[in-house]
């Protein structure tokens, strides 16, 4: 990596105006509608900030989905790990692949896996040809030439020119040295405690209490009564709560955390390895690019396989475009994680060959999901549930080195499409208000989505968007190889027709990123 491109700040190209498409959740010709960018490059900082604003991207197009308007509004849910424990129906997953892997057992049961989104998000998903025009059009070699013209000066002047090393591929080991403290919302709202949803449980209602926990329940506090004197082992004077009384600490009554079910041992005559390897996504990279035909064809064979996608719909170059272009540059400064920040691939190798492939960003603050495959022929493990328990229980470990590394972003949340709700399962979550933009218990939110398809989270009528954009003429263009303030700009150029969208990106990117980012214009 060049030592100027480390230095460089985000370049975008704003498309004005909002673009509708063919709906892939309802179906609807024309119901998608989407704000959207193209990133010539990106920080992770400010890829932080904008899906924290409500965007996503998918390859080096960046959208946010007009929520008002379009037919399925899509919000940005986040997990927060830290506080997470698997369910029921989770923790089945993670001993459906242990018994696997020891034993070679195959369930014979249903072996439906969660629903996966497509390769390209929906907003995006119906004008190929844009994207195409897009990708032959904005040439980076000529942007990186200007910029690198641009900052060539003030570079000598500091007289340093930072070389970072490649992130090495970091292999997941089956170990885990200690558990992981608790965190909290950066914007939290008062609510009740989460329930811990089931397979197939209504997330609009209370959690049920297990019939088991009632019985022991009622056997307590039968036995407080018929002996009042509390000599019976384990309770104390009756009128006090049972529950303020737990049995002597056992080591075994403790249920078993994330860690221990994901890395629980396994015999040494174990039937099958499985290995969880951390590639970021680069050419240069030598395992990125030895590995490149096996994950090129296991994304062929899941596409016909599960999406049904055709042959030519699901080609090298369209693999690579959306899951192996990324805008995000390369970071690694010295408090960050290991592998450092970026996007990349985490491929699961099962007794030496690829059968899974999640493709992740790696974030200041969140591990964001981008998008999963697998091989059709493992279905039966679950990989959908099992790869997003692994990413979460990812999460926690880069916590440990990052601490403010500490939330794991789902993508979107789809209330109204009852295939996509599953993401709600992972809890606690929240999904992020589309008008103040502040975090909010999903709890909270599932009542008013039942009324309401497009909803305000943030209950507080008087709150509005701390980060929008209050000084527009402080956005900075990037115009003729020079970086100015729009307010210069404007001047300059006294063209009037271009300020309704400058605007426009400057209130759905917010302040922050729009004195941060270059916006290109010709």
Not at 173 to 197: C, D, N, R, T, Y
């Amino acid at each position: 990596m060049a030592s100027w491109a480390a230095l460089s700040p985000s370049i975008v190209e704003y498309f004005e105006g909002e673009d509708s498409y063919r709906c892939g959740y309802c179906k609807n010709e024309s119901g998608s509608r989407s704000n959207g960018m193209w990133a010539h490059s990106m920080t992770v900082q400010d890829y932080q900030d904008l899906i924290d604003r409500g965007w996503r991207r998918s390859g080096k197009y960046v959208y946010k989905p007009v929520m008002n308007q379009t037919c399925c509004p899509q919000y940005t849910i986040r997990c927060r790990p830290l506080q997470f424990q698997p369910s029921k129906s989770h923790k089945k997953v993670l001993k459906k692949m242990l018994k696997f892997l020891a034993k070679g057992e195959i369930s014979k049961g249903n072996c439906e896996d969660e629903p996966m989104e497509p390769t390209m998000d929906e907003s995006v998903a119906g004008d190929f040809a844009l994207i195409n025009k897009l990708d032959i059009q904005c040439d980076l070699k000529t942007l990186s030439d200007d910029l690198k013209e641009t900052f060539e000066s003030g570079e000598k002047k500091k007289g340093k020119s930072p070389k970072k090393e490649e992130p090495k591929e970091l292999i997941q080991s089956q170990h885990i040295e200690e558990k992981l403290g608790s965190g909290e919302p950066s914007h939290p709202v008062k609510v009740h405690m989460a329930p811990k949803p089931g397979k197939g449980a209504d997330l609009s209602k209370p959690p049920c209490r297990k019939a088991k926990e009632i019985r022991k329940e009622r056997k307590r506090l039968k036995l407080m009564q018929q002996n009042p004197a509390g000599e019976l082992e384990g309770f104390q004077a009756q009128g006090e709560p049972p529950s303020l009384f737990p049995p002597k600490a056992n080591k075994s009554n403790q249920p078993k955390s994330l860690e221990d079910l994901i890395f629980e041992s396994l015999p040494e005559n174990a039937s099958h390895k499985l290995e969880v390897r951390l590639v970021p996504v680069s050419f240069e990279d030598p395992e990125f690019k030895s590995s490149f035909s096996q994950s090129f064809s296991l994304y062929v064979k899941y596409q016909m396989a599960i999406h049904q996608d055709p042959p030519d719909e699901c080609g090298k170059t369209e693999f690579t475009r959306f899951l192996c272009s990324s805008p995000l540059e390369a970071e690694n400064p010295p408090h960050g994680p290991d592998c450092g920040y970026g996007s990349f691939h985490q491929q699961y190798w099962l007794d030496g060959r690829i059968i899974a492939v999640g493709v992740i960003d790696i974030l200041p603050y969140c591990v964001s999901s981008v998008y999963l495959y697998y091989d059709p022929d493992y279905s039966f493990l679950s990989l959908g549930v099992y790869s997003a328990l692994r990413e979460i229980g990812f999460t926690r470990q880069l916590h440990q080195k990052t601490s403010q590394l500490s939330y794991y972003y789902m993508g979107f949340y789809i209330h109204s499409c009852p295939k996509m709700k599953y993401k709600g399962q992972y809890r606690p979550s929240d999904l992020l208000c589309p008008e103040t933009y502040v975090w909010v218990p999903i709890e909270q939110c599932l009542s008013l989505l039942e009324n309401s398809k497009y909803c305000r989270f943030n209950q507080d009528p008087e709150a509005v968007d701390e980060g929008r954009s209050k000084e527009p003429d402080r956005l900075q263009v990037f115009h003729k190889k020079a970086i100015l303030p729009y307010g210069v700009y404007k001047r300059q150029r006294k063209a009037a027709a271009e300020e309704a969208a400058v605007l426009q990106y400057a209130r759905l990117v917010g302040q922050a990123c729009a004195e941060r980012m270059l916006l290109l214009r010709n």
